[in-house]
């Protein structure tokens, strides 16, 4: 029969007290359990596509109220593609002199209604205007001004894949318009601050954030940055010829090469493996057709095969991981189409059994 001692002050503690403790207790126990997983990298790179990979392979449907909201998003992503090209081509002589009479017409009454007072944060104001200026989007996205604004979209701000919103653009303003997965993924809200979703992945919690990538949203990145487990960053190979959105005069590639630079000699990550993404593949691999690296100034040292996928992904590779100088830390690189649910399927097994071992690792403190 065993024996059971109790001190005073156990036996003084209340009921009440000690379930506190315990529930204390406990939740400590399953927060420490967590793998906590941070999604970094630049603005625009495809870090937020792959927040919602991980909802639609492992988290609940989008509710009814989300994709209703959706809904509105993806309108709202039409005019800010048309915007970003209309101003393009009001700046530019050779390309505003293609529009014909009636798309001048259409022109300017985007112009007038919608260019003038657009606020890309007023996703309802631009839901709106989208479906108020139908017939004058429709006829100026056929227009050869606007396939050539497209063609040139390097000197735009316009996001790359949201032509096939404006090549669905009939569907998206319909009445009974359904979001589908393809277009929920090509949707596009600036993440602002620190966004988060925890899942049970084989048995394992892997707490989830998606962090905003702009340089003004960076500094709240560090109230994420303890108990990390595993970092993704991400890139967009097709920005090499690309200026930032908030300093023109910064290459997009060198900016996330200079960010990845700061998450490695962060302090937190010491001992952290680091897993890249290189991504939008997709975009990168038919932009390299027609622009060579080498005529970038950042990139002029490219001695690769002009307009070749494996030697442009090659040495992209070769620039994030010279920044590594640890040998005992590894950098694991994936090539990767972030709106590809089954290439992002496919590169999350690896990555899961990489972060699963290092939890395991940081739990016995090896």
């Known amino acids: 029969m065993g024996v059971c001692s109790s001190s005073p002050d156990d036996l003084n503690v209340k009921p009440s007290t000690q379930k506190q403790k315990r529930d204390a207790k406990e939740a400590k126990a399953s927060e420490d359990a967590k793998i906590k997983m941070l999604l970094l990298g630049c603005g625009e790179s495809g870090k937020s596509t792959i927040f919602k990979q991980m909802r639609i392979l492992h988290g609940k449907p989008q509710t009814a109220a989300e994709l209703l909201r959706l809904r509105d998003i993806i309108r709202s992503n039409c005019v800010m593609l048309m915007v970003a090209l209309a101003n393009f081509i009001e700046a530019t002589a050779e390309v505003e002199g293609l529009l014909l009479a009636d798309e001048r017409k259409a022109f300017n009454k985007v112009l007038e209604e919608v260019v003038s007072n657009f606020n890309d944060e007023n ?25 050539e604004a497209w063609s040139r979209r390097a000197e ?5 894949g949201h032509d096939a919103l404006m090549d669905s653009f009939d569907d998206i303003t319909s009445a009974d318009y359904a979001v589908p997965s393809n277009h929920l993924l090509l949707s596009r809200v600036r993440t602002e601050g620190v966004v988060s979703h925890s899942y049970d992945i084989d048995g394992a919690i892997f707490e989830i954030f998606d962090v905003g990538g702009q340089r003004y949203f960076r500094k709240t990145w560090f109230d994420c940055f303890e108990d990390v487990t595993a970092i993704i960053f991400v890139a967009s190979l097709s920005e090499f010829d690309q200026m930032l959105a908030e300093d023109k005069s910064k290459n997009r590639m060198t900016e996330a090469l200079d960010l990845f630079s700061s998450v490695l000699d962060n302090a937190y990550f ?47 590779i070769d ?16 090539i990767t189409c972030a709106t590809d649910t089954g290439n992002i399927s496919f590169v999350w097994e690896s990555c899961k059994e990489i972060i699963l071992e290092a939890n395991i690792q940081a739990s016995f403190g090896l």
């Open 156 to 160: 735009t701000d316009a996001i790359d």
């Open 319 to 334: 620039k994030f991981v010279a920044f590594n100088e640890d040998p005992e830390r590894q950098v694991f690189v994936h």
């Open 270 to 316: 010491t001992k952290i493996d680091l897993l890249l993404f290189l991504n939008k593949k997709d975009l990168f691999a038919t932009k390299i057709r027609t622009s060579n690296i080498a005529d970038q100034k950042d990139f002029s040292d490219f001695e690769g095969k002009p307009n070749d996928f494996d030697s442009g992904v090659g040495y992209f």
């Open 123 to 147: 996703v309802d104001a631009n839901a709106e205007h989208c479906m108020n200026h139908i017939p004058q989007f429709q006829t100026l996205w056929k227009s050869a001004a606007f396939k």
